[in-house]
């Protein structure tokens, strides 16, 4: 059975609304542990737009599962990683004028400077994965890095806008997956997944893990909507 990571970023784009520090990351990590996550996913961006240096010290003595950290191949991002020692780095790509990824990491272009990163990382006993899209290529060059997961992004097929387009999609991912796993790696899938494109996967018994955010943090504001609208009623009637 795949387990689950939950991606805690939006509550930070929804802090970072404000100048104060609600709603914090760190509770929402917390509620979705005690609810069953098997580990919590966290982007800290070069520009720290949303998660902060804070929300993942606080994390990393806070984290009961795993904390997993996601971050760009840079020097500063790796001292960081060093410090704060997380269960697992997932290099992504990052552009700081983007405010969600739009794809995986291109290896063929980027590979030895990532490699390097790789290497650096898991000689201080940090396993690093790589987000990567659904080719053969990028996975095939992924093995080569001596990474130990990589996370297939999934975006193409959540947004694919017609049927033959999504079932195309679909299997390209498909092969990724199974190649990925083929080649002994850890393998994830995320990136756009929600409560109805994630039924597609069932059967899929080479994805360990599901790496989800935005859709959950979205479905908990609306479950959520009616007590906290209760609670604040409540505090106006005692007035």
């Known amino acids: 059975m795949a387990g689950l990571a939950v991606k805690v970023d939006h509550v930070a784009t929804l802090r970072a609304v404000r100048t104060n520090q609600i709603p914090d990351p760190v509770a929402v990590a917390v509620l979705a542990e005690l609810a069953g996550a098997d580990g919590i996913i966290v982007h800290l961006r070069q520009d720290r737009q949303h998660i902060q240096d804070r929300d993942v010290r606080i994390l990393r003595s806070v984290v009961q599962s795993k904390l997993i950290l996601e971050m760009a191949s840079t020097t500063e991002m790796v001292g960081v990683a060093l410090d704060i020692k997380p269960d697992l780095v997932t ?32 000689n201080s006993g940090i396993p690093v994965g790589l987000l990567i899209d659904p080719e053969p290529d990028q996975v095939k060059l992924a093995h080569k890095s001596n990474a130990t997961m990589v996370e297939i992004h999934t975006r193409s097929y959540c947004e694919a806008k017609t049927p033959r387009k999504r079932h195309q999609a679909f299997l390209k991912l498909v092969d990724a997956i199974k190649l990925a796993h083929k080649l002994k790696f850890n393998v994830k899938a995320g990136r756009g997944l929600c409560y109805k494109s994630i039924k597609a996967f069932k059967g899929i018994s080479e994805i360990d893990e599901f790496s989800i955010g935005h859709s959950i943090i979205s479905r908990a504001v609306l479950t959520g909507m009616k007590a906290a609208v209760e609670e604040m009623l409540l505090l106006i009637r005692a007035l």
């Open 91 to 122: 290099l992504v790509p990052e552009r700081r004028e983007e405010f969600n990824d739009e794809g995986g990491l291109d290896l063929i272009v980027h590979g030895g400077d990532i490699t390097e990163t790789i290497a650096t990382l898991q």
